[in-house]
């Protein structure tokens, strides 16, 4: 039996045993071969690999945004993530152990800082990376994701429709879906030759133009932050969406001669500190920092989330001290914001000669929608044997502000 026939096969079983959503269009299965337009040439095309077996255990490693925590969903087995698990299940015979490190608006460079904190635990045997408008440097993450293991990565791509109201009212301006977010995608794709799931064109088409008046009720939640977050439909269909394409493409997507090469190793040393996500408590951005008086504590246990831990305050004026000096050239700051953004100043000192800190960042976050995310800071400027401070100049309850984690970078 041909690969494609194989294929074919494993396909057709899967549409058999999995039942999948009435709404999930049909007729883009095909089997059979296309009739030859031309004779086949005389030479033997090379044998094309073999592709591997399902296996039996299979490990998913999940790093993505709010749609993969279940934002939009009306119940947490509506999951896109959870649909994929049960389906691939059902289709492949696979027992998945999904490890979802997703957060809401979270860029992909929160997840490429200090990669290896994912590596502590069970070692996944794929990786899928979500972040639709959240954006981010994927190709960045791609790289810390290949320095670090062979495991392969591909990207599910879907849209969100913020702001779902400029869109659906046809506003040409507002009709452009993120092209820098897609971009950011697809350049990672193309670099590293990764298979990208891509849910916009495959499969929003059938409900109408994406982020139009017609698809937008129907696979968007409209209730909360309306048009941000794929609604039960459309977790629903993109978590079989990507089942389906992985069933489909299993061959290609395991296949290390298909994997572009392993990326240089950086001329810059990483070190960091960061949320105690994965049950290493090496590093934890915890133990870096201390408060200088009241206002900053060390908050868990954010609801339905026990592994989001930050140093958070409430308090203006206050002010968040690394209990040791630091060293870098540059470094990435990570901090957490809530619907209105708390305004910081980060500095670097007292400086031993003039004795003054030295302010390395005024940060003052643009949220630009209505919800939590997490925004990373360039703070331009060095820092050597002297210690961070961070203040905030005008928090409030509900103007929190967050230090989730801090990546420093010396020349090597
Ligand atoms: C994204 O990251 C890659 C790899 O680190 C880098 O080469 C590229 O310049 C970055 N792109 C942007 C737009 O910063
Ligand atoms: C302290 O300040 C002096 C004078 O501006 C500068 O030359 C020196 O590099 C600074 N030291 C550090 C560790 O930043
Ligand atoms: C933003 O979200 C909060 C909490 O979900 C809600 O109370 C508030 O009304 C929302 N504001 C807008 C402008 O949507």
Known sequence: MGRFDKAALVLGLAMLLAPLHPSYPRCRVRSGKPAP?????????????????????????????????????SAPENRWTEVFRRVFEAATGSSVTL??????????????ACFP????????????????INGGNVT?????????????????????????????????????????????????????????FDLVNELVPYYGSPCSGESLPKLFDLNVAPGQHLNDLGQ????????????????NINSASRRAAA?????????????????SSANSIESVFAPEGEG????????GRTDKTCWQSAVPGSRLVSVAPLDFDRATMYLEFSHRPAKLRVSCGPNATTGKSETLSKITADLGMNGTIVKSASLNGQCHGQR????VLDAAPDRLARVCGISMFVSG
């Open 388 to 391: 961070l401070t961070v203040e």
């Open 99 to 112: 490890i979802n490190m997703a957060r809401g608006g979270t860029k992909a460079d929160y997840f490429a």
């Open 140 to 196: 960045r993450l791609v790289e810390s994701i290949y320095r670090h293991t062979d495991v392969p990565v591909a990207l599910v791509r879907q849209m969100s429709c913020f702001p779902a109201s400029r869109y659906a009212s046809g506003a040409p301006t507002a009709r452009e879906s993120r092209p820098k977010q897609r971009e950011q995608q697809r350049t990672a794709g193309y670099v590293y030759r990764l298979h990208e």
């Open 296 to 303: 900053w504590a060390f908050v868990e246990k954010v609801p």
């Open 236 to 251: 629903w269909l993109l978590g079989e969406f990507v089942a389906r394409e992985l069933v489909r493409n299993w061959g």
């Open 37 to 73: 337009l031309t004779a086949p040439p005389a030479a033997a095309a090379p044998a094309a690999p073999a592709v591997p077996a399902f296996p039996r255990d299979f490990t998913v490693m999940v790093l993505g945004g709010s749609t993969s925590t279940g934002r939009g969903t």
């Open 117 to 132: 904190r994912y590596l502590g635990g069970a070692k996944p045997d794929l990786f899928l990376l979500e972040f639709a």
């Open 263 to 279: 990326p240089s190793v950086p001329k810059e040393l990483e070190s960091c500190f960061y949320a105690d996500e994965v049950g």
